[in-house]
């Protein structure tokens, strides 16, 4: 049985990884296509395939269609290559488990059988811990839209990074709700002074040893 448990309006954080470690983001391609994923899924009904879906919508566009319940809201996200970090909040009854399932099992299914392989993608049921507090909620999301640099990814991994963090720092696209953590700032520099500082403390503590949900935690 999973220990946390999900309620609406509630904020919680979401990780997994590969299994063995391995890569879940390959190419920019499958990056792109889970990034998809992450929209296409998080409606209340059955959409079908990803690829009907969107030529569904491409035939109505123009019309105006009802719109589909979401499942959660993001507030913040990381893909690294080989794992990934999301803030949520749940928005309707199961929301996090409805939109984690959908999401897990078409994206697997996608890269299976693109590599032509079987068998499981991610490593066992994702991991999910309630966010208790706003000052943790704020501290959270800077290590999720940083996280790869909390991971010091260099060189060619880069490629295969997509974060929320450009999001927040330059506008322009409105995918998460930011403004329940920007909001609490005067501008965007003070968020990403608070951002960078946070970042910083957690890289030294990480470097000590320290396990980093007890550091998110305290």
């Known amino acids: 049985m999973r220990k946390t448990s999900f309620a609406n309006g509630e904020f919680y954080h979401l990780y997994n990884r590969g299994v063995d470690k391995r890569a879940i983001f390959s190419d920019r391609h499958v990056l792109e296509r889970f990034f998809q994923s992450m929209k296409e899924f998080n409606v209340d009904e059955p959409i079908g395939s990803i690829y009907a879906n969107t030529f569904h919508k491409n035939k109505l566009s123009g019309s105006t269609t ?4 979401k499942l959660v809201n993001f507030i913040c996200y990381c893909l690294n290559p080989n794992h990934y970090h999301f803030i949520l909040e749940q928005v309707i009854d199961k929301g996090v488990e409805k939109f984690m399932h959908k999401l897990s099992t078409g994206y697997t299914r ?6 032509q392989r079987s068998g499981s993608l991610f490593q066992g049921r994702f991991k999910a811990i309630h966010i208790s507090s706003n000052e943790y909620l704020l501290h959270l999301s800077a290590y999720v839209n940083l996280n790869n640099r ?3 990814l260099s060189g060619s991994t880069t490629n295969f990074v997509k974060s929320s963090w450009g999001e927040y720092t330059t506008g322009g ?3 998460c709700n930011k403004e329940i953590v920007l909001a609490q700032f005067n501008d965007t520099s003070a968020y990403m002074k608070m951002a960078e500082e946070s970042l910083n403390g957690i890289i030294e503590r990480r470097m000590g040893g320290k396990d980093l949900d007890k550091i998110l935690l305290e």
């Open 110 to 115: 996608y890269f299976n059988e693109k590599y």
């Open 66 to 69: 009802k719109s589909k319940r």
């Open 150 to 152: 909390v991971h010091r």
């Open 173 to 175: 696209v409105n995918f």
